[in-house]
């Protein structure tokens, strides 16, 4: 039986990827091209310089990403794009790309949701079924909790109604003067820190609430370097390394936290027996060992993405698209990028072909 294979393209921040994927699983060919070092001087992403970086970067991707695996456009059976949420300069150049190959080739268009091929990132290069399943997507921008039936089946249960987690770490590592992106950096001074030496807040909102806040603890660290009032002097100049790393490791602990117990709230609440893991923050080896442990409590299975694909790539993409195209749910070339999930939905409705 032949293969089933989907070009995945990816630019929804600043990453601009493509990928080759096989029957949603295997992934032939993925290249993903960073644009770190343009953004660390800002500390963030800076949506105009993400866009034109992406118009440099994507023909080389692409023909990079075929050339690797040896095929043509003859050989794919669609073309994946990730369309919403996002930044929407930098979406519209992944968009524009995949509407004009899919019109050369005569190929189907498949419009894909970023946050949820962050779950198909989990079934990348793996065998085993993964549903019926809860689902934590945790990155820069989306902290999410989702009940999955299947691929294209997703209910959310909760998301951030603030900062998100990445957004959180981001924002700590410029409290505390480390390098962008905040994630990795936190994470490796976290490692000399106490976890205990400082009790950050953690917010749960309401009883049985399953939404994430996490401004609060962000703005508690500012707080603890700066003081109550604001008005007191910026401490970090002055902190020793341990002090700093005690400050990132019971920061990290506090979200950590939230994270774990609110997913397998979420778990208990639907019946759930396998947990899902992708997004960026996924990459922390603390969230993976901390929610492990508590999944081997509860007697739940844990899935994670492999740490390389929770950051934005265009395989999981592409492993999504063809859960699309099984369901006949292709889009017409009028598709337009979103920033958010209500924007996109209109959109959606009217260019898939249903």
């Not at 939230?258 to 997004?279: C, D, M, N, P, Q």
């Not at 960026?280 to 603390?286: E, I, L, R």
């Not at 899935?303 to 395989?315: L, M, Q, R, S, V």
Request: hydrophobic share 45%.
């Amino acid at each position: 039986m032949s293969k089933t294979i989907i070009l995945g393209i990816e630019s929804s921040c600043d990453e601009t990827a493509a990928a080759l994927v096989a029957d949603g699983r295997e992934v032939i060919s993925s290249v993903v091209s960073s644009q770190i070092d343009l953004h660390q001087k800002y500390g963030g992403v800076v949506p105009e310089i993400a866009a034109r970086a992406h118009i440099e970067n994507i023909l080389p991707v692409l023909r990079e990403t075929f050339d690797n695996a040896g095929l043509t456009s003859k050989d794919i059976a669609a073309v994946a794009v990730a369309s919403y949420p996002g930044l929407t300069p930098a979406l519209l150049i992944g968009v524009t790309a995949a509407k004009t190959l899919a019109w050369a080739w005569q190929k189907p268009l498949l419009a894909v949701n970023h946050l949820h091929s962050h779950l198909q990132s989990v079934m990348l290069e793996q065998e085993e079924d993964c549903f019926p399943a809860v689902a934590l997507v945790v990155s820069g921008g989306h902290t999410s909790l989702y009940k999955c039936t299947s691929p294209v089946n997703l209910e959310l249960l909760g998301c951030t109604l603030d900062d998100a987690a990445g957004e959180a770490f981001d924002k700590v590592a410029a409290i505390l003067k480390l390098p962008y992106p905040g994630g990795p950096s936190i994470e490796k001074l976290a490692k000399s820190g106490d976890p205990k030496a400082i009790r950050f807040p953690r917010t749960w909102l309401e009883k049985g609430s399953l939404n994430f806040s996490f401004s609060g603890v962000k703005t508690a660290v500012l707080y603890h370097c700066r003081g109550q009032d604001m008005l007191g002097e910026d401490r970090v100049g002055s902190m020793s390394e341990k002090e700093k790393a005690d400050i990132a490791a019971s920061f990290q602990a506090a979200v950590i936290e939230v994270l774990v117990r609110k997913t397998l709230r979420a778990a208990e609440k639907i019946k759930a027996t396998t947990v899902l893991l992708g997004g960026g923050v996924a990459a922390n080896t603390t969230l993976r060992n901390e929610l492990q442990n508590k999944c081997l409590e509860a007697g739940l299975k844990l899935i994670g993405a492999e740490k390389k694909y929770c950051t934005d790539n265009a395989a999981m993409v592409a492993g999504l698209g063809y859960h699309l195209l099984k369901a006949g749910l292709t889009a017409e070339l009028s598709l337009e990028p979103a920033a958010s999930d209500n924007q996109a939905q209109d959109f959606i409705r009217k260019s898939r072909k249903l």
